[in-house]
């Protein structure tokens, strides 16, 4: 039985539920198929996360070593192919519970810097599972510099063989997924030395643990990290070589090649690799960032409209605390945020897949388009969203704090996508890097890639609002999000070559500028994020009911961006205070316009109760009931022994020496 | 041996760390006291932290219900009592890593709540542990709005008993510390009914477990709420009650008295124990508050000399990331903000010694005013100190995220502090709602409290600041925050009285405001903390080298507050978009300046390793080779069954059925 609050919610919908979740899935075929993968996936008992609140970090790596034995007798079973197209919502509905993604890591970093002939050799080993494979880059010293990883790999011309070495503490492989306890087997990232010279940093298969019984190879010390914020179910990994020797043939040779008389041997385009490196970054905002945020979004609405609090007006029932404008402001702006990430995403996912096929064509020219978009919004979506999910586990006061709410997991989780694959300042820093260079081009009259052609064309108007509602055409606010991203790329590029021209060297002026710098990459993406959403709002004119109200979550992005940066918005006098107090009205009045609709929107993202593993945010709303439930088998419900050892002789006094 | 990176920091400080430990301790003295009570604690191996990263719930628990019964044999043996000046050390001495703080509460709210004839029954029994107290306020379904708890107390005149029973699910008592599973009583907060009529919340002694063999006594079903964000080692618990017998003498009743016939006596003040609630949110700002983000400020700042990555120059070696602006521009706002705070809890703890007095002198004229600075500040400074702990994190990476860091637990468990005793939002409505009452009585000429007469004096200038030095005068800022607050107060009362004038309930009008009262309340605080600091600053002037460096940080505190919500200044001109560029540029020179001083300015704080607990921190900055060790003793080290289970068949394709 669902509670009559949060039903009554879904009686007044503006919209059909059904066609939205069709939109957001790509079409009716789409969401058939991902619902056939969620079935499957969550009607098999092996597959449950009922218990993952209670579990150690041990108990969540054997769970999710044994999902990901079970995921290839499934896939088997059900004719699922690595190629098909219920592969992409595998993963998505064991909501990423499961061991061995850095065994594909590890395939596809052969299969992109392979040779042929290694390919032939380790994809069919991998793909059967003969070895378990990892992916050894980062070290205790150094992520996201790689020239300055310290590993060495010395060529022995006698021997035709490899030598690796860890040679200090810092040198050694750390963080590596499914290496600290199951890999067999990972590519070492080493500076390669020959005849003494280094040739920097080069990629060699490493084989780690015996195949017969799991014992650790020679010269090999490994083990897992221990505890992290998260990711208790992965077994991340430390490594330490001591004179590991691996054949010649154990390079990764697409790209570079030694000779068996030590001759290095560059060959090829390394593009591609780069490409594949943006990829990355823009595959993970859709599984690993917009949908804990979604969940975290239905988790909170939901939870917001059963939960009564406190009283709007004397002498009535207590109100549902979404009925309080200061909630309706934590989280409705995050809702406008997962709708408008998601179409964010859409575009870099067409823009990237546009990008593939030039490059196909050995066509390499939206390469750095590509790379600057990926990395600032990888920075971006992934910023927004682990501040959004905080924003839903904070609105939903203690029980947001339980870890049976389903809030806490999200977050600690979707923090860390702000760290890896690129940590975000770094990031939003190359983006910057390429804005300025473009805009530098773009004022000497020179072409420069589509995203960043409003750069050239700096007006120096008003914003031309009258009233509050003018604050509601997208033209009036995208044009402001244009203005100020060519406001802070501009006055950034001058405060540099101010610098530069005054004797400062030029990267020491670079870094003198780098908080600026991050802001203007960070206006640039928000530019674009507003405009990909009105434009996206544009296109679903057939879709009345559907694109009403997509169009007030568009209007509420755009806006909560103005109202929370006000002052990027008046600096230059741009927008004037009494602009500022209408794009407040305008906000504030949205809040009370979308909250009507917020459990259908929610309700739209399609998650069932199991993937969102919430006491709060389940279907039907029985919050309290379930949390007791839940409690009640919690193992801190058994006898502990802190009764008979310190409770019992305290109170019975026997603790004589007090 | 210290490693050279980190030492060498040391060698540079412009001022005395010993004479700022003593500062910040409030004088040699304390100092002296306090660490002679973290020798005694951290040398005694009951304490030990050593594995806490690698426990589980229940083995948390019992590690703290150990340290709470051997702190009482610790006490008599040092010699420490609760009215001594140790005592304060000591909770902050074991991290708060001990059971048993809600014994406390039950202790003080007997003492408050009860009658004389109740304190002499139960304080002596609960001094000597005969029984261990807790405090059931918060239900499943009511936390802050008292009122509405659904707990039931009826009069039984018959039996001169209370009833007490749980209606409905929603009623279930929720969270209290110490119930889960070790207390055998607890102060229950029920509606009190005589003969039918209700009386509103009252608290009652309810015994919950037996004496002899702790099972619960009859009518009683009690447990542990599960797992938590944090507070793994307190077993928070859920409590329902069914036909609970409890005798007259068991309703605390220095306020209200229930006689044998049933008439209910109200009598003497309450004033006193509002007052009690807004203590405790003060005295909570110091150990769960400030001392998180100094710590988590000691760990990164440490970290960020000590890691190097990538070059800021080429050809050099790699930089310490604390060189680059950017990380700067993360780290040293939270370090100003953390001894901005210090002395912000200064003034707020010399204030409430001051109403303290008063109150005994029977004059409670400040009680309102203390009410809403205990409440507006509880509310800043846990959201800056919890944002400050979570940028800290981040900033440190990928080690950042390792628990080992001890960056996640400080952030988990200071983020609780947003929520209880108070959630943040209803606080600073709270405070906003004084601010509007005042600044109505200010402009119609009445008097008001010290700390808003301010907002009588409405000056309409604009910020007289020509350059960016201006901008290191406090005169100038403390103006513009004031014009801030005095700015967004009154703006809101209008629109506020516009509402009511135009025909809106009051209450619709005042739930139309808040998001914008929030804001009033939240720049009304961070004013008096930025002129508080100015003038701590101003009086340290005998101490030279120190007041040259607290000057930089209140300057940087300042600005970072401007620069990071440049829109509240900029909206109405009072200072304009040049004005704000000299900001920028004043703030950003400030980062240089005081990064000299980064290292010596987290020693001051003077933590020792133990209580850092933190592999990134130590006073040493061995990072890599204490991640190591560390990790090596991790629980994930051990065998797992998920090898002969899951990957010997998977490896050596016994899987057949595949």
């Known amino acids: 039985s669902v509670n009559p609050d949060l039903g009554g919610e879904r009686q007044t919908a503006s919209f059909s539920v059904e066609r939205l979740t069709a939109l957001l899935d790509g079409g009716v075929e789409q969401t058939q198929i991902r619902r056939a993968v969620v079935e499957a996936i969550e009607s098999d008992p092996v597959f449950s996360r009922e218990n993952q609140y209670f579990q150690t970090q041990n108990e969540r790596y054997e769970a999710a070593v044994r999902k990901a034995v079970h995921l290839q007798k499934k896939m088997h079973e059900m004719g699922w192919t690595e190629n098909g197209p219920e592969y992409k919502y595998i993963y998505r509905a064991l909501s990423g519970d499961v061991a061995f993604l850095l065994h594909r890591v590890f395939m596809r970093s052969i299969s992109v810097l392979g040779s042929d002939r290694q390919i032939a050799k380790w994809i069919p080993l991998a793909t059967q599972h003969k070895l378990i494979g990892s992916y050894a880059q980062t070290e205790l010293g150094h992520g996201t510099y790689l020239q300055g990883l310290e590993t060495t790999a010395v060529f022995d011309t006698a021997t035709q063989e490899f030598i690796l070495n860890t040679p200090k503490i810092s040198a050694m492989k750390w963080w590596p997924g499914d290496m600290?306890?199951?890999?067999?087997?990972?590519?070492?990232?080493?500076?390669?030395?020959?005849?003494?010279?280094?040739?920097?940093?080069?990629?060699?298969?490493?084989?780690?643990?015996?195949?017969?019984?799991?014992?650790?190879?020679p010269g090999i010390t490994a083990g897992d990290?221990?505890?992290?914020?998260?990711?208790?179910?992965?077994?991340?990994?430390?490594?330490?070589?001591?004179?590991?020797?691996?054949?010649?043939?154990?390079?990764?040779?697409?790209?570079?090649?030694?000779?068996?008389?030590?001759?290095?041997?560059?060959?090829?385009?390394?593009?591609?690799?780069?490409?594949?490196?943006?990829?990355?970054?823009?595959?993970?905002i859709s599984d690993e960032v917009l949908i804990p945020l979604k969940k975290a979004c239905t988790i909170a609405i939901r939870y917001s409209v059963v939960r009564r609090q406190s009283k709007l007006k004397p002498g009535e029932q207590e109100a549902k605390i979404l009925d309080y404008q200061t909630q309706q402001e934590k989280l409705l702006p995050q809702l406008a945020a997962a709708y408008a990430f998601h179409f964010t995403n859409d575009y870099l996912q067409e823009l990237f897949d546009r990008g593939y096929r030039e490059i196909q064509r050995k066509n390499f020219d939206m390469l750095p388009e590509l790379h600057a978009l990926s990395s600032g919004f990888k920075a971006m979506i992934t910023q927004h969203c682990t501040a959004g999910v905080e924003i839903c586990l904070r609105a939903c006061g203690g029980h947001g704090y339980s870890l049976l709410s389903g809030l806490p997991s999200l977050y600690t989780k979707i923090l860390a996508s702000c760290i890896y694959e690129g940590e975000n300042t770094i990031l939003l820093l190359q983006t910057a890097r390429f804005l300025i260079k473009c805009f530098m081009a773009a004022s000497a009259g020179q072409p420069v890639p589509p995203s960043v052609t409003y750069l050239a064309a700096v007006k120096h108007g008003k914003c031309p609002a009258k009233n509050k509602l003018d604050f509601l055409s997208p033209d009036i606010y995208t044009e402001a999000y244009q203005h100020v991203a060519v406001r802070l790329t501009s006055s950034t590029a001058a405060k540099l070559q101010d610098l530069i021209q005054s004797g400062?060297?030029?990267?020491?002026?670079?870094?003198?500028?780098?908080?600026?710098?991050?802001?203007?990459?960070?206006?640039?993406?928000?530019?674009?994020?507003?405009?990909?959403?009105?434009?996206?709002?544009?296109?679903?004119?057939?879709?009345?009911?559907?694109?009403?109200?997509?169009?007030?979550?568009?209007?509420?992005?755009?806006?909560?961006?103005?109202?929370?940066?006000?002052?990027?918005?008046?600096?230059?006098?741009?927008?004037?205070?009494?602009?500022?107090?209408?794009?407040?009205?305008?906000?504030?009045?949205?809040?009370?316009?979308?909250?009507?609709?917020?459990?259908?929107?929610?309700?739209?993202?399609?998650?069932?109760?199991?993937?969102?593993?919430?006491?709060?945010?389940?279907?039907?709303?029985?919050?309290?009931?379930?949390?007791?439930?839940?409690?009640?088998?919690?193992?801190?419900?058994?006898?502990?022994?802190?009764?008979?050892?310190?409770?019992?002789?305290?109170?019975?006094?026997?603790?004589?020496?007090?």
Chains 1, 2 share one sequence.
């Open 180 to 217: 600290g306890r199951s890999a067999t087997h990972t590519v070492v990232f080493a500076q390669l030395y020959i005849h003494g010279k280094c040739y920097g940093i080069h990629p060699f298969i490493v084989q780690i643990r015996s195949l017969q019984d799991h014992s650790l190879c």
């Open 225 to 284: 990290i221990g505890p992290k914020m998260n990711f208790e179910h992965i077994d991340n990994g430390y490594l330490l070589l001591k004179n590991v020797r691996v054949p010649r043939e154990n390079m990764l040779s697409k790209f570079c090649e030694v000779r068996p008389d030590g001759t290095y041997v560059r060959q090829g385009s390394q593009q591609i690799n780069y490409f594949t490196m943006t990829t990355v970054r823009v595959s993970l």
């Open 504 to 658: 400062v060297k030029k990267h020491d002026a670079w870094n003198q500028c780098t908080v600026q710098l991050v802001q203007a990459a960070k206006a640039h993406c928000h530019y674009i994020a507003v405009k990909n959403f009105a434009e996206t709002v544009e296109k679903l004119e057939t879709k009345a009911g559907i694109q009403k109200i997509m169009k007030h979550l568009c209007d509420l992005f755009a806006l909560h961006g103005i109202f929370s940066n006000t002052g990027a918005f008046l600096h230059d006098g741009y927008t004037s205070g009494a602009q500022m107090d209408m794009v407040t009205a305008a906000y504030l009045d949205l809040l009370a316009v979308i909250r009507k609709d917020a459990v259908p929107l929610v309700d739209a993202f399609d998650f069932t109760d199991q993937s969102l593993n919430s006491a709060l945010g389940s279907y039907d709303g029985q919050v309290y009931q379930r949390l007791y439930e839940w409690a009640q088998k919690s193992p801190t419900n058994q006898m502990s022994p802190a009764y008979e050892r310190y409770l019992k002789p305290l109170l019975h006094n026997t603790l004589s020496k007090l």
